[in-house]
């Protein structure tokens, strides 16, 4: 897929213009922790998250990525205590509010991933879909908001559709699965960041990651600028992508 990057932007130094990911994955996680260290309750993290979103964006931007997904809310998320659950949906429906025009201006298309089920609070559904429609016909870079999202729910979902269907077993093709995911347009991430210092995926994107490159970084959420982005592109940048093929 081409990958054209506006000519005003100069990419950070270490980068190779002709070998930048076109779809970055997020696990926005720590804030929780980085909140704790610092003597503050928790949503305090998550307000901070907030910056270092659209900082992320930017670089993203800068680098010429097309593809954006962020991680803000898993289906295992709705487990924590209510106080901080009703928080975090406040808090993704006013960052929606405050964000979206700006992001509309710079060529951001924003979509969701995930369920919209009961549990989602119907405010925050409608700025989701004001969202959408705002920015429905930008092109430069599509970020999407995984939102009460599983990737063992997605799959269940997608399955459900065929057999809804009456989709043959013959015709349960990778294909066919895949063409029933949230957004069947959407290229598969090449890069998997996830920040504090967790190796593990929880539940993100489980059939699309089947051969992303995956970067840990100890950083926390709401500390990760775009310079992290730019280093962790560069560290996928240093591997060699094979697909269970041999060395070319
Ligand atoms: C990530 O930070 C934000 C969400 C999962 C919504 P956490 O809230 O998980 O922060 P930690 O992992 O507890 O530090
Ligand atoms: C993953 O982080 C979900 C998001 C970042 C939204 P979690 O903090 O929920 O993951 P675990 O519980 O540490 O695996
Ligand atoms: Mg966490």
């Known amino acids: 897929m081409p990958n054209p990057r506006p000519s005003h932007t100069s990419l950070p130094p270490g980068i190779d213009p002709g070998h930048v990911p076109v779809h970055v994955a997020c696990v926005m996680d720590g804030n929780g922790r980085w909140a704790s260290s610092r003597g503050l309750p928790r949503t305090e993290g998550h307000a901070a998250g ?42 993704n429906e006013s960052l929606l509010v405050h964000r979206r025009d700006e992001l509309n201006e710079k060529g951001v298309r924003i979509r969701f991933s995930g369920r919209r089920d009961w549990r989602v609070p119907r405010r925050v559904l409608r700025r989701m879909d004001e969202s959408i429609a705002l920015t429905r016909g930008n092109r430069r870079m599509t970020l999407t908001m995984a939102f009460n999202y599983g990737g063992r729910a997605e799959i269940v979902d997608a399955v ?13 093709t990778e294909k066919a699965i895949r063409s029933r995911t949230y957004h069947p347009d959407q290229p598969d991430p090449d890069l998997v960041v996830r920040t504090s210092g967790e190796f593990r995926i929880s539940n993100f994107l489980l059939w699309q990651i089947a051969y992303s490159e995956l970067v840990f970084t100890d950083v926390l959420w709401p500390d990760f600028r775009r310079q992290h982005l730019f280093d962790a592109v560069a560290e996928y940048q240093r591997r060699e992508r094979r697909y269970g093929g041999v060395r070319g």
């Open 50 to 91: 907030e910056e270092a979103l659209l900082d992320t964006v930017e670089g993203a931007l800068d680098l010429g990525i097309r593809w954006l997904t962020m991680f803000a809310f898993s289906t295992e998320n709705w487990r924590r205590p209510a106080e901080e659950v009703r928080y975090l949906m406040e808090f």
């Open 160 to 172: 459900r559709s065929l057999v809804s269907d009456g989709v043959q077993p013959a015709d349960v």
